[in-house]
């Protein structure tokens, strides 16, 4: 069963920094991606990050240059590393996975696109 356990969402001031994990567990195929999503009340989720196990990344144009996607294969863990942070940043945050057996391509950005989900965690920006 693949698990994923989100951390690190706070509350911060505009022009602050959080990082955000995720712990995924169960993933047992070598072909897979793992991404960060955005929801706010009313609003359709959105994918802001994400990577994939032939190491591309894909980020929306909205967080480019502020955010990074990094993983740590070892402690099985999927990083978002926040900078220059904005209101319109504030949102739930959640982290997604999906494995195929074989390499696909993929639509990194997608929600639709992947099948296992953490909890989420909140992250509120301050003006």
């Known amino acids: 069963e693949v698990q994923l356990v989100e951390s690190g969402g706070g509350s911060v001031q505009a022009g602050g920094s959080l990082r955000l994990s995720c712990v995924v567990s169960g993933l047992t195929y070598s072909s897979y991606c793992m991404g960060w999503f955005r929801q706010t009340p009313g609003k359709e989720r959105e994918g802001i990050a994400a990577?994939?196990?032939?190491?591309?990344?894909a980020y929306a144009e909205s967080v480019k240059g502020r955010l990074t996607v990094s993983e740590d294969s070892v402690k099985g863990t999927l990083y978002l590393q926040m900078n220059d942070l904005k209101p319109e940043d504030t949102a739930m945050y959640y982290c997604a996975a999906r494995q195929h057996l074989l390499p696909a391509h993929v639509d990194l950005l997608n929600p639709a696109e992947y099948n296992h989900w953490g909890q989420g965690t909140p992250v509120t920006v301050s003006s």
């Open positions: 990577l994939d196990s032939a190491h591309d990344t």
